[in-house]
């Protein structure tokens, strides 16, 4: 299985950082795919090997007391279920990104339920400021290794921490279902002129969430209505829906 552990090294006897020199030295012997951070170290690679890395690094840092700690992921590119080829065709994210900004001067997007930072990708690739925005630090993680231009900010979507009018564009890329929905439209409108969500079609496939997860488009209609007051604009595709909103 293939894993990535974000780890930091310290002496308990503050200033001597000899033993996390020695650590790195470890680290750089062992072949291990890493790279190093201000605040910790990032491997990567088969689990055999990065535990046996981790292992090195600690028994050769040989300099009194010390801390470790490690965060261990599984959300690793190989296993990252956001960038499976099938997905990406299906939902083009640029093309879904260009979709959503039609007709709006944008220069900031927010990508709510960005994930691995997919859709943030896109919007950063058209020359948008873009946030991306999650309540799962190990998909941030990788998200911030994937898309270096943008940012990423751990959050929940239905209290966003961003002040009023933040962005052009609020986004939630098939991340609505999973949702308290009401109040995290509410939140997008706060902080954005134009609110964008993308839907899975609602109709029963072998791949993606089950029928009772999907949001139909009456659903996505009533659901605008109650939260923001008027109903979105819907394009209804064959390989998903995009809900458009804008402030009047």
Not at 72 to 85: K, S
Not at 106 to 118: E, P, R, Y
Not at 144 to 154: C, D, H, T, Y
Request: with cysteine.
């Amino acid at each position: 299985m293939a894993l990535k552990a974000l780890f930091a090294l310290y002496p308990l006897l503050q200033g001597d950082y000899r033993a996390v020199e020695k650590a790195l030295l470890a680290l750089e012997g062992s072949g291990v795919d890493h790279r190093v951070f201000p605040t910790h170290t990032e491997l990567s690679g088969e689990e055999a090997v990065v535990f046996g890395a981790l292992r090195e690094a600690f028994a050769k840092a040989e300099e009194g007391a010390l801390v470790m700690w490690a965060l261990l992921t599984n959300a690793c590119e190989a296993q990252d279920p956001f960038r499976l080829p099938e997905r990406l065709e299906r939902f083009a994210p640029r093309e879904v990104a260009r979709r959503a900004l039609e007709g709006l001067k944008a220069k900031s997007a927010l990508d709510i339920g960005t994930g691995t930072g997919v859709f943030a990708e896109a919007f950063h690739g058209l020359g948008l400021f873009t946030v991306g925005l999650d309540p799962r630090a190990d998909r941030l993680e990788v998200a911030r290794a994937k898309v270096k231009g943008a940012r990423f900010v751990e959050g929940r979507a239905e209290s966003l921490p961003f002040p009023d009018g933040s962005f052009d564009l609020a986004f939630f890329g098939l991340s609505l279902h999973h949702l308290d929905p009401i109040p995290a439209l509410k939140e997008a409108a706060r902080v954005a002129r134009r609110v964008a969500v993308l839907e899975w079609p609602y109709r029963e496939e072998e791949v993606g969430p089950p029928l009772a997860r999907r949001l139909s488009p009456e659903t996505l209609k009533a659901l605008f209505q109650e939260a923001l007051g008027s109903p979105p604009h819907l394009h209804l595709e064959e390989a998903y829906t995009l809900a458009l909103w804008e402030k009047a």
